[in-house]
């Protein structure tokens, strides 16, 4: 099988080889634009009352406010403490938040390090390239994701909105995440309303994603063929746990069968399965549950990778990286198409309830993004917020137009593809394959950070069937 994000499973089992794993965050200086002028510094009191007042906040609308490096984490406390609502990350340095003028013009001193504050625009709101991809002869539809500031009371609002009758269906994720659902004919004009409002963060077509080892354990460990150094030191991820998501698994395959213990189902789980911890099934809008995998599907394939035992000592040599830790696995789709969780904390957070540390995620979006959009911002929240929880996800196989998301995103791991052969320079170990999506960033962040063998690899495959 060939694909860049074959070089995740290289990189995961190696993680899994050592006991913890860790990562840095990486935050980049930009040219400042307007400089906040000097003034008098209020009270954290006085400005926590002004942003209760009834009066300020309806002339309040959200704001862009840039800071230096050194004073981020300070400046997040800061806000936090006399704001109401999210703080929103943005790169680099700069946060999105919901004031008014009056805070904004008493707020220079007490936030070290601000630099400049400006309104975020209307056309700041919209995907870039989303009113380009609009047919309005078209009555296709189509569903767009919109990020909003907390207000519980939107959905009553809009779904009675006449403004808002050409959407055929409104659905609340969480308390600042909404799906619309509308034909295509009627979007220029669902986008237009969209974008003034105040509360409206960002809108974008709503994502959808797809799933994009004899020589490269080796080739990965040593740069030669052969050799395992670290596998002869017994470094084989003994007493780790893996998370992978991905199309299913086939558990009674030779890489993963345990004839002797059951595979359970999230939220239970079995630790002395031989390789399956738990098993967390995929649901379809009709509530059936799935935990197979598809004929030669992508799942069993990258799961075995990561950590497949072959039970046949023969086959020993096809063994994933980390061949003695045990997997929580999440089944994402009925078919080749994945269906994942319209909030990604919903995605996450079993594998991180059973003990996972570190995440195996070899899919990304159909397109290429030019923007920090959702999945990149929840993906980047989780692990702010987990910060022993390690994501590693794929660049993509998008060769030089760009990254996909959520791989484009600041706090998780990116992996890129390189040659699974021995040689050096073009096509070989050292080489970056074609297809491997390159960065930066559409804002200029350096993406992927690593890359491994992703091409030509060997690995387990599914039969489709259960009990064969």
């Not at 860790?22 to 307007?34: A, L």
């Not at 009371?153 to 269906?169: E, H, I, M, N, Y």
């Not at 799935?290 to 086959?315: F, I, K």
């Not at 994945?338 to 995440?359: E, K, Q, V």
Request: proline fraction near 5%.
């Amino acid at each position: 099988m060939t694909s860049t994000v074959n070089g995740i499973r290289l990189i995961i089992g190696l993680l899994l080889l050592t006991t913890s794993a860790s990562y840095t965050r990486k935050h980049r200086e930009v040219h400042t634009q307007q400089v906040i002028p000097t003034t008098h510094a209020p009270s954290l009191g006085s400005l926590a009352a002004l942003s209760q007042d009834p009066h300020a906040r309806s002339i309040c609308n959200l704001k862009l406010l840039h800071f230096r490096t050194d004073c981020l984490s300070q400046a997040r406390t800061t806000l936090e403490s006399v704001l109401q609502g999210p703080i929103d990350y943005i790169p680099h340095n700069t946060f999105r938040v919901f004031a008014c003028e009056a805070e904004l013009k008493s707020i220079s001193e007490v936030l070290p390090g601000l630099l400049w504050y400006d309104t975020y625009e209307r056309h700041q709101k919209v995907e870039a390239t989303l009113l380009q991809k609009i047919n309005p002869q078209s009555d296709e539809e189509v569903s767009l994701t919109v990020l909003t500031h907390m207000d519980q009371s939107l959905l009553t609002r809009w779904s009675a909105s006449p403004k808002l009758k050409g959407v055929r269906k409104i659905k609340q994720v969480n308390a600042g995440k909404y799906l619309l659902w509308l034909g295509m004919d009627h979007m220029a004009d669902v986008i237009h309303v969209l974008r003034e409002q105040p509360l409206v963060k960002y809108v974008h077509r709503t994502s959808s994603f797809r799933p994009q080892n004899v020589r490269a354990t080796s080739l990965l460990q040593s740069s030669s063929l052969g050799p395992h150094p670290v596998w002869d030191r017994n470094l084989t991820g003994k007493g780790q746990l893996c998370h992978v998501g991905d199309t299913g698994l086939d558990f009674d395959s030779c890489f993963f069968r345990d004839d002797d213990e059951r595979v359970e189902l999230y939220p239970s789980s079995n630790p002395n399965h031989r390789k399956i911890f738990s098993y967390v099934e995929s649901v379809d809008s009709y509530g059936v549950g799935d935990h197979t995998d598809p004929r030669s599907a992508h799942g069993t394939h990258v799961s075995g990778s990561v950590a497949g035992q072959s039970l046949n000592p023969d086959h020993a040599k096809f063994n994933g990286m980390a061949y003695e830790a045990k997997l929580v696995f999440t089944d994402l789709s009925h078919t080749q198409n994945l269906m994942l969780p319209p909030d990604f904390d919903l995605y996450f957070r079993p594998a991180w309830d059973m003990g996972t540390r570190i995440s195996s995620n070899s899919w990304g979006s159909q397109e290429v993004t030019r923007a920090y959009i959702d999945t990149d911002q929840e993906t980047d929240l989780f692990a702010y917020n987990n910060q022993d929880f390690l994501i590693v996800l794929a660049a993509g196989n998008t060769g030089a137009q760009g990254l996909l998301s959520p791989g484009s995103s600041k706090n998780a791991l990116s992996v890129g593809s390189s040659y699974n052969t021995e040689g050096r320079g073009p096509g070989g170990r050292e080489d970056v394959v074609g297809f491997s999506a390159l960065g930066p960033t559409y804002d200029g962040r350096i993406k992927p950070e690593v890359i491994a063998p992703g091409n030509n690899i060997w690995s387990a495959a599914s039969d489709g069937l259960q009990g064969s």
